[in-house]
């Protein structure tokens, strides 16, 4: 284990963010179908105004639009025209009073009535011609041309007519296409508006996001030593509580005489010191041991603890690793080399609680001083 390759605590920014995602998206989808309802709403809106101007278009003179009738009332009238010409016996008179009668039918409309000045006069001669034909006291030829009029007057409805129609088929467009346009801006600014505020909730989230780290971070560097980069007192705290049902074995370490090593070696040797304490201290214990500056000179190691022997053996690798290492310490009273007093414990968080736990490994390390230091000592905990 390398003390300061604690990663469990490292942020990296990128874990919160990644998980933070999922519910962005779920946002942008909302914020998308709230933009799709009101494309719809406003669709329906418009297709209310569109409709009826289809159905008026469509249904001006019930089936037949006004252009319709008057041409096959003037067709009748030209066939019985044509009838007449034709110097008529009896039945091709009843024919041509039959026609002159359709022509009438289709001729009688209030809307020509309304429009056209020419019907009433019109449908007046229709009615002499028949009255004429019925008493056979006008010669064919004659009324045949008196059919000349009603016809020139159903030619002017129809001309009129076409015309109304044409009217109506450019508003209609016109109105059609001022309605696609009104449909296609506000769609635009419905999407604007949509991608505006989806903008904003993303700098939103962005911002909020940054926080966040930020105060991780901080919270994070509020837990180490910055002399060391390992975890201080508050991290020791906050990962036995993490592992309150493990058998956890609590290691704390003092350097003999540091005052003294200061004093001789200056106050930036004692720091280089505590820096090389740290990785000849993380080197002699396991893996899974993660170190903590208490203060001062002091350190301590929190590893899992199979048994007490293990945690004593792990003690003595200790002991004999600083040895080894014959850090000079010209002030130490005896050894002329650094030497620790090495004080520990085991036990299960859940069950002993880490204050007691904390005295026992300090009451071994106490033990170790006043017995001379340079040594490590074990309390197991009943
Ligand atoms: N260089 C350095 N010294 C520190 C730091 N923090 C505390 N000290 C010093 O560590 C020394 C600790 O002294 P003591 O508590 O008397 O411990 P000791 O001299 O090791 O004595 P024993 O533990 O009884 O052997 C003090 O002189 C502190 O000034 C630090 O960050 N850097």
Redesign the pocket.
């Known amino acids: 284990m390398k003390p300061t390759l604690d990663s469990s605590r490292d942020i990296d920014g990128k874990g919160p963010a990644s998980s933070k995602r999922p519910v962005r998206y779920i946002k942008w989808l909302s914020l998308s179908l709230m933009s799709f309802m009101a494309l719809m709403v406003l669709i329906i809106y418009e297709a209310r105004w569109v409709l009826p101007e289809i159905q008026t278009y469509f249904s001006q003179s019930g089936n037949l639009t006004g252009q319709q009738l008057a041409t096959r009332s003037r067709h009748y009238l030209q066939d019985a025209q044509a009838r007449l010409l034709d110097i008529p016996g009896p039945e091709e008179r009843a024919a041509a009073i039959t026609d002159i009668e359709l022509a009438y039918g289709l001729f009688d409309v209030d809307v020509y009535h309304q429009h056209y000045d020419c019907t009433s006069p019109s449908l007046s001669v229709l009615d002499e011609t028949v009255t004429a034909l019925e008493n056979n006291n006008v010669l064919p030829v004659i009324l045949a041309r008196e059919l000349l009029d009603p016809i020139a007057c159903l030619t002017r409805i129809e001309m009129g007519q076409l015309d109304l129609r044409g009217e109506a088929i450019n508003s209609f467009s016109d109105r059609t296409r001022w309605h696609n346009q009104v449909l296609i801006y506000t769609s635009l600014l419905i999407f604007a508006f949509g991608l505006l505020f989806w903008w904003l909730h993303d700098r939103q989230l962005r911002r909020t996001e940054k926080a966040t780290q930020e105060t991780l971070r901080w919270m994070e560097r509020a837990m180490r030593d910055p002399?060391t980069g390992i975890g201080n007192r508050s991290a020791l705290h906050q990962d036995v509580m993490q592992q309150e049902q493990q058998s956890l074995g609590l290691v704390l370490v003092?350097?003999?005489?540091?005052?003294?090593?200061?004093?001789t070696m200056?106050?930036?040797?004692?720091?280089?010191?505590?820096r090389h304490l740290v990785l000849l201290i993380a080197d002699a214990l396991p893996e899974e041991a993660t170190l903590y500056r208490l203060?001062?000179?002091?350190f301590a190691a929190l590893l899992p603890c199979k048994d007490v022997d293990a945690l004593g053996r792990y003690c003595q690798q200790l002991h004999l690793q600083v040895q080894q290492s014959a850090f000079s310490h010209a002030a130490h009273p005896n050894k002329k080399q650094v030497t620790l007093?090495i004080g520990a414990t085991c036990f299960i968080p859940s069950r002993v609680g880490f204050p007691r736990a904390y005295e026992a490994a300090d009451k071994a390390l106490y033990q170790v001083?006043t017995a001379g230091?340079d040594d490590w000592h074990i309390i197991a905990i009943a």
Do not use: T
């Open positions: 002399l003092d350097i003999d005489f540091f005052k003294q090593y200061n004093d200056g106050h930036p040797a004692g720091d280089a010191l505590l203060g001062g000179d002091e007093s001083k230091r």
